[in-house]
């Protein structure tokens, strides 16, 4: 029988992450991270299944050449750590999650050996004594939470010398004892400054030479970060805007800037962006934009949060506009602006009822 991979990549830092920080955001911040880790398979590796922090995948009856393996393990490194920069560069969530996601780490464990599979209700997968060593080998003396392990095992079907070293790999020799049986394996610390990070596109803050076009102000009976919370989580939209079909979004994603979400109205979706600006220091911001509602070019909304105590703040709804044919202008002026007066000041009315008959957060 051939041998087969077995590849583990686990989120370290989950368990005290989860613990620690808004439960909600923390699991968001995982889902994220799983999947970009699922993206990063370039080398066609099958997901058995997923373990909470860690994917579990195999390569049957085959084991990629060194140079692959150390490719592939160099690319998951370098998509799990590009996308905590741009959790880190794009944040607008004040939350302990968002806040200390970029201190996540990830440890990778390589093994192979040959697999017997069990089949649960369909799905089938390996099972057996490789499985098990693949796992305990997670549980290591290695002083680190951001590294890669590969069992003397793989290293030798590969050819892999003990000291190898490159850019980003730098091994060194291990072993541990499982249940009496001592298991070596080789390992690389990996830092980040030496991986070359994928760019992303990060978001500017909007700058305006002059007042907004509209201002409105409510005082909430709410801490500033819970009412953050309830503004830029469109699963709360519904509850507090009205006049909207649907919102369209992505339900695993914390919102930051860049982040796209669609409101239907009357069948017509309008498309919206979250941006920022400058706010004084401690004042909470979100703001986001669409150039699909005509008659505007464009229009801007933000929303600042001042807290006053801790059980209360003042939110400041600003919105800015662009129409650049003398048409559009005179429309907006005898139409369109008292709607958006309007329509604001029930969406700060509607949050404000919601507030008061709001569940708790947890």
């Known amino acids: 029988m051939s041998k087969s991979l077995l590849f583990i990549p686990d989120i370290s830092g989950f368990t005290k992450f989860v613990q620690t920080t808004e439960v909600e955001h923390s699991q968001h911040v995982i889902s994220e991270l799983l999947e970009v880790l699922i993206d990063a398979n370039t080398q066609e590796l099958e997901l058995a299944e997923i373990e909470g922090d860690a994917l579990f995948f195999y390569k049957e009856g085959e084991i990629p050449s060194q140079e692959r393996l150390l490719a592939q393990i160099e690319t998951m490194f370098t998509a799990f750590h590009s996308h905590l920069k741009l959790l880190e560069k794009n944040r607008i969530c004040p939350c302990n999650a968002c806040a200390t996601a970029p201190n996540l780490q ?32 997670l549980k290591n003396s290695i002083d ?10 793989l290293a030798k079907e590969i050819g892999l010398p003990i000291y190898y070293y490159s850019k980003v790999f730098r091994f060194k020799e291990g072993k541990d004892s499982y249940d009496d049986k001592e298991v070596e394996y080789i390992y690389a610390l990996i830092d980040r400054e030496k991986l070359t990070l994928n760019e992303f596109a990060q978001a500017k803050k909007v700058v305006f030479d002059r007042p907004p076009d509209l201002i409105l102000d409510k005082r909430f009976p709410v801490p500033a970060f819970e009412l953050m919370e309830f503004i830029t989580n469109y699963k709360y939209r519904h509850q507090w805007v009205k006049g909207v079909d649907d919102f369209e979004f992505n339900e695993n994603e914390v919102t930051r800037l860049g982040t796209e979400h669609v409101c239907v109205i009357n069948g017509k979706h309008l498309n919206f962006v979250t941006v920022t600006k400058e706010v004084d220091v401690g004042v909470l911001v979100y703001g986001e934009m669409t150039t699909s509602a005509p008659p505007l070019d464009a229009l801007y909304q933000f929303y600042s949060i001042t807290p006053i105590s801790q059980t209360s703040c003042s939110l400041k709804s600003e919105v800015y506009w662009e129409a650049k044919s003398p048409l559009k202008k005179l429309i907006i002026f005898l139409f369109v602006r008292r709607a958006l007066k309007k329509n604001t000041q029930q969406a700060l009315d509607g949050l404000y009822q919601f507030i008061n008959t709001r569940p708790l957060l947890s």
Do not use: T
């Open 106 to 137: 990830l440890k990778v464990v390589a093994h192979c050996g040959e697999l017997q599979y069990i089949a649960v209700k369909g799905n089938r997968k390996p099972f057996g004594q490789q499985v098990i060593e693949a796992h305990r080998l």
């Open 144 to 153: 680190s939470d951001n590294y890669v392990l590969i069992s003397k095992k």
